[in-house]
């Protein structure tokens, strides 16, 4: 959501008075039915709220306590120094008058927003400030031995959860996700460079290029302060499949300017650069454009995707135009061996195939004369 926009400005408004706008949630099971209302209990939840009190990134916690508290507090009149839990004295009459939950439809209580109908499970809820996934993940993994210490997980099952903790673990699965998609792009590139080149320092020489791209994208993100999420965490097996194209394309017309060169390196680059670098200029300008029309959108999402794909078919382009011919004529022969000049799958070329018959023509003609 862009800075600008008004409901983003309302977010900010909220979270700077109300310390908060993600809900974090901490669910109990007692495993024992009318549990929540038990004095020990009470205690207990009321122990882990001063607990989640000492983070400064959490707004008050609310929960059954609350209830009995203000029970405990209307049953003395009013009087602001009895708000506290009831003794186990005051504990018979002063619960009698905690609303009870209802099964009536449409007639729910304060009850319902925190026990279930059993009052086996209960749960405390608390807002949680805008913070980042580390912290998000810092709070929740010190939160969960002192957890530990005051519901013992014996008796008591007791998980963390809500929008941050599912906003925590979607990311995890999305940064998973993006290291697998791209690790499966690399096997299948691979495989395939394999198939056309015969040679595993062709394929080496083809996909470093494409890499450096992902890799500078990468650093981009970090320095902009751009988050991963479902719509940048596509940029990089997108522009890695288009990039590579542009690859593919200029090493197989290397491979057939090599046959037509009798197997010179220097003059097959050039010959094959200057067949195959127009098209690639073209073809990736039209998609750099293309993408950059995504900055135009209102939606931060999309716009942070428009200038990172742009930015990676770019820097792709640059790559596989100074690169790739770079690393070829620096290699020389220890790339071009016997096993690349012969593919396991060929290419047919209608224009190669024309040159090869004009070349052949040719010496047929001197020979004859």
């Known amino acids: 959501m862009p800075h600008r926009d008004p409901m983003y400005k309302d977010l900010v408004f909220l979270e700077k008075h109300y310390n908060g706008v993600m809900p974090l949630e901490i669910s109990i099971d007692t495993r024992k039915k009318r549990g929540v209302i038990r004095a020990d209990n009470l205690a207990r939840i009321d122990k882990l709220q001063q607990v989640l009190a000492e983070y400064p990134e959490l707004s008050k916690p609310l929960s059954v306590v609350e209830v009995a508290k203000l029970s405990r507090q209307a049953f003395f009149g009013g009087d602001p120094s009895q708000y506290s839990l009831p003794t186990s004295h005051e504990r018979n009459f002063i619960l009698g008058y905690m609303p009870k939950n209802t099964k009536k439809k449409g007639g729910r209580t304060i009850m319902d927003a925190f026990a279930d109908s059993t009052l086996q499970k209960t749960r405390i809820s608390v807002q949680m400030e805008n913070v980042g996934t580390d912290d998000i993940d810092r709070i929740t993994e010190s939160l969960r031995p002192r957890i530990d210490s005051i519901f013992s997980p014996d008796k008591y099952d007791v998980k963390i959860t809500g929008t941050s903790v599912v906003f925590l673990k979607g990311t995890g699965y999305m940064v998973n996700n993006l290291f697998q998609s791209l690790v499966l792009a690399v096997i299948l590139i691979s495989g395939l460079m394999a198939m056309l080149f015969s040679s595993w320092r062709m394929i080496a020489i083809s996909l470093i290029p494409n890499l450096i791209p992902q890799l500078l994208t990468a650093a981009l993100m970090g320095y902009a302060g751009i988050p991963i999420k479902p719509s940048t965490i ?48 073209y073809s990736s300008s039209v998609l750099f454009f293309g993408f950059l029309v995504f900055v135009l959108s209102t939606f931060g999402g999309t716009e942070a995707m428009g200038y990172l794909i742009s930015f990676t078919l770019l820097t792709a382009l640059l790559s596989n135009l100074f690169l790739i011919p770079s690393l070829l004529l620096w290699l020389d022969h220890i790339v071009t061996t016997r096993r690349f000049r012969e593919p396991l799958l060929q290419i047919l070329d209608e224009e190669f195939d024309e040159e090869i018959d004009s070349i052949e023509l040719e010496t047929d003609t001197r020979g004859g004369a």
């Not at 590579?244 to 097959?268: A, C, E, G, K, M």
């Open 234 to 281: 596509l940029i990089f097996s997108v522009a890695l499949g288009i990039s590579v194209d542009n690859t593919i394309q200029f090493l197989s017309r290397y491979r057939l300017q090599l046959r037509l060169n009798d197997w010179n390196i220097r003059p097959s680059v050039l010959k094959a650069l200057s067949e195959t670098g127009y098209s690639m200029i």
